[in-house]
């Protein structure tokens, strides 16, 4: 448990200490070698920080079991330690602190996580630390304009790789196992350090570019090795390399680059420099769609723009967040549509990666994207859709805005300038206006420092003149494109560009059929369709080139979720267009979106008849799409997901499992669990039959799977007992407690789990302060009760207003959502 106030460090606290400190080398030594033993909770670290002082007192971050020995300049003095905090007296203006500690093994994914696969019983570590949890490995300064050079001794087990952010120096092998030392780094910040170990598979390359050599590794558990695809990793890794090379003028730094593919990872990816960490989803079991490894492509891109972007330049502090995440987002999709066969980047980017943006930007806890972050809860919480994808967004705005070559040499300078070191905002700016001679700052005010989407449409003024409105006025450089409806196909007849910055801009436009108002998505706004272009996309939308038909893709949905359009109207336009949907990507977004829209804006009259016409349409589809391709895969997980909220076609869904599923389908693990999990979760499975499919995949992915179809059964002791082991099971992995979740939540039930509500809103304090923030987060999001008016959780906010900040947060941006579904209901 974590119930530590002083965990919680805070910008004005961290601030006077990197002001009075000056570090200059870290040592960490980790004894790693019963890491095998199920018994052995913690682990041996010990830590000797080299620093400069003006102070006399301070504190050293350390999350752990416990505090054994701390020293200062050689000197043994009393532990004063409070859970997350060692208090350090005596610093005179050179020093050398020494910390022997007890670290904890963890679950949830934080710190230095520990998994043993079922499949062989070996065991992997892997560290995750973003923002501030490299304190539960090593007593460290955990904030990021505290930069140091690391030097890891890692003991572990004699057969096993033992990974860090520089190579190996020297490995010394003992009776109790091997001793492995690596070359200390440049300075880093401690958020950025890494240590894996365990036996690992091992696939190596290398990447040359004139006389610099970079050694390459990808890495996985040995059980998944037959599943890797390391030969397109290394390819787009390769690609990667050769692209930043050249756009940012300045070599890799960080001496080699490791790729690992890890188990139980809370996020895609982190950007650890010569380290990269990957959610082992980026490894297929079975099928996968090209957009799965589109999506791919473009996480290793992103972490690899963060070697310049982050790891490089630091932010100072987690206010400026975006100035990694934000560009390392835009780069993502620049690079892979640049530099790779995944061109269609950005129309993915504009119809999946914005919407999140979109819908963020509408909570009432949107922020700027250079956010206000007083503490470290504050920043855990700001890794959402404004930092990044709205951040991605106004950034190719802003290259629209100075120019492709202006851009890229700003940022080259930038790197000149402010390499290993920290920065703020106005670092960047003043190198982008130096090279661009276009007012950023004006821009920055515009985009970067205000919060809030601006939505567009058209409207004729009673003279008959056409007025393009924007709500939320911002300046705007888009294009607005011109489509007529021509032997039932959608055909771009012209595009005009425009400059817009007010309220009301009269614009001179012909007559089309389909009008898209920021066509080729210069910039980041919600643009509505006019009623005859509603009509002309429901006509011919599949007919459109991928880009436009991304942006009415999202038109169409935002309107939805807006409640200007009827759901009825989106469902009608998606069962007719989405079977005919090339584009993978986009198809997978409005395969989501359309289970959304029937769960959430559907009025309960009609939700029942629009579940059982969405199940029969993706069994239609299913049955229509080419074999083998990925469309029929992408509609087969659909027929799976409809078929756990209606049972008309429980038995299709035997026949599939019993092998009588359309021609060319495969039937991997993921989509053989997903449809037994829709048959628990309607009644139609028992214990018994996910007994028996998890004997044919007794693995770490079954496993979670099997519970997450056990939870999912509609009897109501089933989803009680499920309800009190995600509160009281602090056993339960991070993955495991997310399987548990959904399986509460399973099918819709409202009527199973209704009288937990009061329980919820009894808990959620309680949780926040004994739980992880990562582990608590999941919690209060995934289990926040679907109820029919927001009468109790406006109770607990108006009971409960001096809650943690980051708690009110979660549970405001839950009211809104469910307000939103109740809102867009009554306006059917």
Avoid at 100 to 126: C, I, K, M, Q, W
Avoid at 367 to 389: C, M, Q, R, S, W
Avoid at 466 to 483: A, E, K, N, W
Avoid at 715 to 725: C, G
């Amino acid at each position: 448990m974590d119930d530590m106030s002083s965990a919680n460090l805070t910008r004005r606290e961290t601030a006077a200490r990197s002001a009075t400190f000056n570090v200059h080398q870290i040592r960490v030594e980790l004894d790693l070698r019963d890491a095998t033993n199920p018994q052995q909770r913690g682990f041996g670290t010990t830590t000797t920080l080299k620093f400069e002082a003006s102070a006399t007192d301070s504190w050293i971050d350390f999350i752990g079991e416990s505090v054994n020995r701390v020293t200062v300049n050689g000197v043994d003095v009393p532990v004063d330690y409070d859970g997350a905090r060692i208090a350090v007296t005596g610093l005179v203006a050179s020093n050398t602190v020494v910390v022997e500690a007890t670290g904890r093994y963890s679950r949830s994914g934080e710190g230095l996580h520990r998994f043993v696969d079922p499949v062989d019983g070996e065991t992997y570590l892997y560290t995750q630390y973003e923002p501030a949890d490299s304190r539960r490995v090593m007593a460290c300064f955990e904030q990021p304009d505290m930069k140091a050079a690391y030097t890891f001794i890692v003991h572990a087990p004699h057969d096993w790789q033992v990974l860090s952010n520089q190579s190996v120096v020297t490995t010394r092998v003992t009776n109790s196992g091997q001793t492995v030392e690596f070359a200390p780094t440049l300075p880093l910040s401690s958020y950025i350090t890494a240590v894996a170990a365990g036996p690992y598979h091992r696939v190596d390359s290398t990447w040359t570019r004139g006389e610099q050599e970079v050694a390459l590794g990808v890495f996985c558990r040995a059980s998944l090795a037959r599943h890797l695809e390391a030969d397109e990793i290394i390819e787009v890794t390769r690609q990667g390399l050769d692209f930043f090379t050249d756009a940012f003028a300045f070599a890799y730094p960080w001496g080699k680059y490791d790729q690992i593919f890890v188990p139980e990872y809370n996020l895609g990816a982190m950007e650890n420099p010569g380290l990269v960490t990957f959610t082992e989803a980026y490894i297929p079991r079975g099928a996968a769609t090209d957009a799965q490894r589109g999506g791919r492509a473009n996480t290793i891109l992103h972490e690899m723009a963060h070697m310049w972007f982050g790891d490089l330049v630091t932010m100072r502090w987690w206010d400026d967040l975006w100035l990694k995440e934000s560009f390392a987002d835009y780069m993502g999709s620049h690079a892979s549509a640049a530099a790779t066969r995944f061109t269609d980047a950005w129309v993915r980017f504009a119809a999946n990666r914005k919407a999140w943006a979109y819908q963020q930007d509408q909570l009432p806890t949107t922020h700027p994207i250079v956010a206000d972050i007083p503490d470290l809860e504050a920043a855990k919480l700001n890794f959402d859709g404004i930092t990044y994808a709205k951040g991605a967004s106004v950034l190719k705005q802003l290259v629209a805005f100075v120019g492709e070559e202006p851009f890229f040499e700003g940022a080259r300078r930038y790197f000149a300038a402010h390499a290993y070191g920290n920065t703020t905002l106005d670092d960047l700016l003043v190198q982008l206006e130096d090279v661009s001679g276009r007012d950023v700052r004006a821009w920055s005010k515009s985009w970067l420092e205000t919060s809030g989407v601006t939505t567009l449409w058209l409207e004729t003024d009673a003279a008959g003149e056409r007025v393009l409105m924007q709500s939320d006025p911002r300046p705007h450089r888009l294009r607005v494109g011109l489509y007529d409806l021509i032997e039932g196909r959608l055909v771009l007849r012209e595009q005009i560009e425009l400059d817009i910055m007010a309220e009301r801009t009269p614009v001179s436009l012909p007559a089309a059929d389909l009008i898209v108002l920021n066509d080729d998505d210069m910039s980041y706004v919600k643009a509505r369709l006019d009623e005859a272009s509603v009509a002309a996309a429901a006509t011919a939308l599949s007919t459109l080139a991928p880009l436009p038909r991304a942006l009415v893709w999202s038109s169409l949905w935002n309107a939805t979720r807006d409640g200007e359009m009827p759901a009825a109207t989106y469902l009608d336009i998606v069962r007719h267009h989405a079977p005919a949907e090339e584009n993978i990507g986009l198809l997978s977004g409005v395969l989501a979106n359309t289970a959304y829209t029937i769960g959430h804006f559907v009025p309960v009259a009609r939700r029942e008849a629009e579940r059982t016409a969405w199940l029969a349409a993706a069994e239609a589809a299913l049955d229509a799409a080419l074999p083998g391709s990925d469309a029929q895969l992408a509609w087969a997980r659909a027929f799976a997901a409809a078929s756990a909220v209606s049972d008309a076609s429980a038995d299709r869904v035997r026949a599939i499992l019993g092998g009588n599923g359309p021609a060319g389908l495969p039937i991997d693990p993921e989509l053989r669990w997903s449809l037994i999990t829709a048959l628990a979760t309607t009644g139609n499975s028992s214990e018994d039959d996910i007994a028996d499919e998890l004997r044919h995949d007794d693995t770490a992915d079954g496993r979670t799977a099997a519970l997450r179809a056990l939870a999912s059964r509609p009897a109501a002791d089933v989803r009680a007992a499920a309800w009190d082991r995600a509160w009281n099971d602090e056993s339960l992995s991070n993955d495991h407690l997310d399987a548990i979740i959904a399986g509460v939540r399973a099918g819709a039930r409202r009527d199973l789990i209704a009288r937990f509500d009061d329980e919820y809103f009894e808990r959620i304090a309680e949780v926040w302060s004994v739980r992880s923030i990562e582990l608590a987060r999941r919690l209060v999001i995934g289990l926040f009760p679907g109820t029919d008016t927001t009468d109790a959780v406006d109770a607990w906010l108006a009971e409960n207003q001096i809650a943690p900040a980051a708690l009110r947060r979660l549970v405001i941006e839950q009211r809104d959502h469910l307000a939103r579904g109740i809102r867009v209901r009554a306006a059917q």
